[in-house]
């Protein structure tokens, strides 16, 4: 197993909450030098700065925002490992009164939020052989009816991260895709996950999966059944050389 953590500069959208939160303390735990906290109010960072004082730095970030996101990457140019962590979600039927502007919503912040980040990153991550650690779920590979438009919206987001995975393969840049089932945090509580595994189950699984170099990690119980019944179709196809 590698040291994949030791001395690295991390960066977290979504830090001051739920996975996010864990994943700062993960990091840090496992010898991260600097933690930026990325965050759309910084105010919300007070108890995470008070606990590490200058090992973390809150930046003001909002993933639907591109000009926010460009601004983020020149303050953050030392960033080794990037943690798009950022995300909602919408209890939306495909037959629910405002399912078009929910899924709306939600490509803007799931999807192109990712695509902004990638892109606003791009270079720093190339120059200092980085990583991309991609929050997606197990609804980016199973769709379930009453959260469909944020399914479709996490399995665009799945599309994205393989997209830049390969356009990345050559560039020093690894990436990895997380897949976490119902996870006991804020938003998995609104969706009534009450009595799911904590979210420091994804945030350990994190640093497992960058110590080893995988593309994929499924966290918890019920992302570890999706995992065994995907993974021979991830190994034949998603992870393989095939080209078109």
């Keep these: 197993m590698g040291d994949a ?13 739920g996975i996010g939160r864990a994943i700062v303390d993960s990091l840090l735990t496992n010898g991260a030098a600097k933690v930026y906290l990325a965050v759309r109010k910084p105010e919300s960072a007070k108890e995470i700065e008070a606990q590490y004082g200058d090992k973390v730095v809150t930046l003001a970030a909002d993933v639907a925002d591109t000009a926010s996101i460009q ?19 919408h ?20 999807v192109f939020g990712l695509m902004r980040v990638a892109n606003a990153f791009s270079d720093i991550l ?11 779920s197990i609804a980016s590979v199973k769709t379930f009816g009453d959260i469909a438009t944020y399914c479709a919206s996490k ?3 799945y599309s994205i991260t393989q997209g830049l995975k390969d356009k990345w393969s050559d560039k ?3 990436v990895l895709s ?16 009450e009595g799911a595994p904590e979210a420091t189950v994804v945030s ?3 640093i497992t999966a960058l110590n080893n170099g995988d593309f994929h990690t499924f966290p918890d119980p019920v992302a570890k059944q999706i995992e065994a019944a995907y993974q021979s179709f991830s190994d034949a196809i998603i992870t393989s050389d095939i080209s078109v």
């Design 172 to 174: 020093g840049i690894r």
């Design 126 to 136: 190339e120059r200092n052989k980085g990583v991309l650690v991609q929050l997606n």
């Design 91 to 110: 209890i939306t039927s495909p037959l629910s009164e405002n399912s078009e502007e929910s899924l709306m919503e939600q490509i803007n912040v799931n």
């Design 71 to 89: 601004h983020l990457a020149t303050q953050a140019s030392d960033v080794d490992i990037l943690v798009n962590n950022a995300g909602i979600m």
């Design 155 to 157: 399995a665009a987001a």
């Design 204 to 206: 350990e699984a994190i």
């Design 178 to 193: 997380v897949h976490p089932g119902p996870i006991g945090t804020e938003m998995g509580n609104s969706a009534g996950f």
């Design 5 to 17: 953590i030791k001395g690295k500069v991390a960066l977290v959208t979504g830090a001051n909450r």
